[in-house]
């Protein structure tokens, strides 16, 4: 399968349905963490194990959607197709909601909420087309139960709730 992961590393730093004993296993993969060095054989690792995969490291922020766009045509120039995209990318500000300021709500909206919808978007035209495509986005109890200080974050979390249940429909 063709993939595309949204990840960080900052963040989650695998993701679990990405096996390695998968034979077929490229990934786009992107960080907005100023300090991270990339290249095309960066392991990708995990807790317990670290493996290669034929990936392309792409620095582009997922909250614009022209380098959105560019990430889905860079996975589709490289491999031919794209068959899965993993919606990871995100970021926490907690602060309580009456003291949230406009920033801190932009800024966790942008890549959890905008970044999932920009990327799958061009991504979903491509599936569509081929006739096969799976979307995976990570939410969070913060949006499904509630919790202190994650307004902003728990309410772009169930944003991605919806934003899957119309792509099933669709």
């Not at 120039?77 to 602060?95: S, Y």
Request: include cysteine; charged fraction near 20%; glycine fraction near 8%.
């Amino acid at each position: 399968y063709r993939r595309l992961v949204q990840r960080t590393l900052r963040g989650l730093t695998a993701e679990p349905e990405l096996d390695d004993s998968d034979p077929a296993r490229p990934v786009v993969t992107y960080t907005l963490n100023p300090d991270a060095v990339w290249s095309d054989t960066t392991p990708i690792t995990c807790d317990d194990f670290a493996f290669t995969w034929d990936a392309i490291a792409n620095g582009d922020n997922v909250a614009d959607y022209k380098a959105a766009q560019r990430m889905i045509q860079a996975a589709v120039d490289k491999w031919g197709a794209l068959h899965i995209v993993v919606n990871n990318a995100g970021i926490l500000r907690d602060r309580s909601f009456a003291n949230l300021a406009l920033d801190d709500v932009a800024a966790v909206l942008a890549p959890h909420l905008a970044g999932a919808f920009w990327v799958s978007q061009p991504a979903f035209r491509i599936m569509k087309e081929e006739g096969y495509g799976r979307f995976v986005f990570t939410s969070s109890n913060s949006g499904l139960l509630g919790n202190f200080g994650q307004a902003n974050y728990g309410a772009a979390k169930m944003g991605l709730v919806g934003l899957s249940n119309v792509l099933a429909i669709e």
